[in-house]
Nanobody, 126 residues
Framework: QVQLVESGGGLVQAGGSLRLSCVAS????????MGWFRQAPGKEREFVAG????????YYADSVKGRFTISRDNIKNTLSLEMNSLKPEDTAVYYC???????????????????WGQGTQVTVSS
């Protein structure tokens, strides 16, 4: 079992930056592929970014590629998402998630993730 707690959300103007953090406790953090997802009002939860076990491989949704950077620290059991050049369409609740142990390939489907944080709100004003 893994417990995940996000922080770092807030209100920012378009073009600004935010850094989200996710602290993990419980089972060994380094055993899990990790991902960030987001959900805007009235929309389905969507994949934002994923990172493999070592942190050496990452994958991004096209909508955030070049603006967001995912990273992990397996000593501090933390997952981060650096968000730059934010746009109003980035407004959503952001969730960190731990993928099912059965696969070590980064997947974009929410159903493949077993553990979720409570979410942190990011609001980008125009």
């Amino acid at each position: 079992q893994v417990q995940l707690v996000e922080s770092g959300g807030g209100l920012v103007q378009a073009g600004g930056s935010l850094r989200l953090s996710c602290v993990a406790s419980g089972r060994f953090f380094r055993e899990y592929v990790m991902g960030w997802f987001r959900q805007a009002p009235g929309k389905e939860r969507e994949f934002v970014a994923g990172i493999n076990l070592s942190g050496g491989s990452t994958y991004y949704a096209d909508s955030v590629k070049g603006r967001f950077t995912i990273s992990r620290d397996n000593i501090k059991n933390t997952l981060s998402l650096e968000m730059n050049s934010l746009k109003p369409e980035d407004t959503a609740v952001y969730y960190c998630a731990a993928q099912n142990l059965a696969t070590v390939v980064i997947t974009i489907t929410p159903d493949m993730y077993d553990y979720w944080g409570q979410g942190t709100q990011v609001t980008v004003s125009s």
